[in-house]
């Protein structure tokens, strides 16, 4: 070969690598951060008086802040399976919260299911997930089977009564054991921002997800905060969750790298306000009901210099990430499959647009039990074996009166007939207007009878529905 031939080899070989190194660059990093249990009502720039969050208020600030953001469960492990599959708990097959019982050993995100990681994995993304998984203990079920290179983080919720779920896992295998449950929001975000700094060395796109335990029991912050808050204990706790997002997202822009990263805040579900404290701002209910603040959550977006600023009411969920995402990477969704989710990248441009979502079903559990069409929002008739395990109270007396201010903190448990509300101007969920409405809950009835046959509900097995490898679905034992 002669020496001009070898040049022109070496100078197309470097010509294919610049090409490649740019197309990479040109897809931008994503970040998912998402607390565990925060409320509505637990930031500043959701009017939090007692705590102070400058840090996730500063990327409010310079992101979109959303007003209406939904989660599809109110419970921990059936949200993480909407958000990361864009489908349905129902539809996915992740309905109940997983618990480390017998009764759960062989419950798992199924094989089946796509996840954004398993998207942006075959777009040549670094893939990782730190923290809390919770969607499966078991082979076939953990985060490196579902489109993850890495993950790095406990099994599920923090706990001492199990042995392994106070171990941390890499790539399932244990690497720490009996780990104090105040360690582990920094030794997270340490890994993060290793992970952040290696590919951004390598110029190569990634997608971390940072699931924290923060702010989910037990209360526990780090001796540096507590007292600084003046929202006793839960507050500290919120402020430290504060402090470490801003030490992840002070690391992208001290490199430069905020230009070239989407960050995505958002809770899991409303606050444990049965249990742990928390607040849902001006929506009622919290964790574990279909009121409003067991689903609207507290939700940030921001992409520098590419996405708008300011606040935003349009009706989202979280299923939209999913689509968004993908399309984002270049991407094409997955086929043969139902994607509830829907791509919501016009709005994230411009900050304005109509909600995608026609209807949008609210399950507790595998019981369906409201609905909602735009402003308008049904709750269903249930009774209190209808719940699953962590509703259920048998000795609940129906709701049959109007006062919606003083219910408990589970919402509402038993339901005579259907309430109606217009979120608009009641987004607490105070005022039931079904009579002044009737064609309205005609409408929303019938839709309610149309997505039992698809999605199912108790005693309903649906045509879409993945049913879960146990019987009893609602109860824990």
């Known amino acids: 070969m002669s020496l001009s031939v070898k040049f022109r080899v070496i ?27 925060l409320g509505y009502g637990d930031l500043g720039c959701y009017g939090a008086q007692d705590v102070q969050t400058p840090n996730i208020d500063g990327l409010a600030s310079q992101g979109l802040q959303f007003t209406d953001f939904q989660v599809a469960s109110s419970v921990c492990s059936p949200s993480r399976a ?26 798992g995100l199924h094989p089946d299911e796509m996840t954004i990681a398993d998207v942006l994995l075959k777009q040549d993304y670094a893939t990782m997930a730190i923290g809390k998984w919770h969607l499966g203990f078991n082979k076939g079920h953990q985060p490196t089977d579902h489109g993850f290179q890495r993950h790095y983080g406990l099994q599920s919720n923090w706990h001492t009564k199990h042995p392994d779920l106070d171990d941390v896992y890499y790539n399932g295998k244990v690497v720490k054991e009996n780990v ?135 009706f989202l969920s979280s299923m939209d990430l999913f689509p968004t995402l993908t399309s984002i990477a270049g991407a094409e969704l997955p086929s043969g499959r139902t994607i509830d989710g829907k791509n919501i990248l016009d709005i994230l441009k411009t900050g304005k647009g109509v909600s995608p979502h026609k209807y949008v079903y609210y399950y507790n559990g595998i019981n369906l039990q409201a609905i909602r069409k735009g402003k308008w929002k049904l709750h269903l008739s249930r009774t209190s074996e209808d719940q699953p395990f962590w509703s259920k109270n048998k000795n609940e007396k129906p709701f049959g009166g109007k006062n919606l201010k003083n219910i408990g903190c589970k ?40 997505v039992r046959k698809e999605l199912g509900d108790i005693d309903v097995i649906g045509t879409d529905q993945r049913v879960p490898p146990f019987k009893n679905i609602q109860e824990k034992h």
């Open 11 to 37: 100078i197309s070989f470097v010509s294919l690598v610049s090409f490649s190194v740019v197309q990479a660059q040109e897809k931008p990093n994503i970040i998912i951060l998402f607390a565990d249990d």
């Open 180 to 314: 104090p449950f105040e360690s582990l929001i920094s030794d997270y975000t340490d890994k993060a921002m290793e992970f952040v700094t290696e590919n951004d060395r390598k110029k190569k796109p990634f997608f971390l997800y940072l699931a924290y335990h923060s702010v989910h029991s037990p209360i526990q912050p780090s001796k540096a905060f507590i007292g600084t808050s003046k929202g006793s204990l839960y507050g500290d706790y919120v402020q430290e969750l504060d402090f470490y997002v801003g030490k992840l997202t002070k690391t992208l822009s001290e490199k430069g790298m905020d230009k070239n990263t989407i960050v995505v805040f958002l809770s899991d579900n409303g606050p444990a306000i049965c249990h742990f404290g928390g607040s849902a701002g001006p929506l009622n209910g919290g964790k574990y009901t279909t009121m409003e603040g067991g689903f609207r959550i507290p939700a940030i977006i921001k992409w520098k210099g590419k996405f708008a600023s300011g606040v935003n009411d349009t």
């Open 411 to 450: 919402g509402l448990i038993a339901l005579k007939r259907p309430l109606l509300f217009n979120l608009d101007l009641d987004m607490g969920e105070l005022t039931d207007i079904s009579q002044k409405h009737p064609e309205i809950v005609k409408e929303l009835l019938q839709e309610a009878e149309k």
């Open 82 to 107: 909407a958000l990361l599959t864009g489908r349905y708990p129902m539809r996915n097959g992740f309905p109940v919260a997983q618990g480390k019982i017998e009764k759960h050993k062989d419950y």
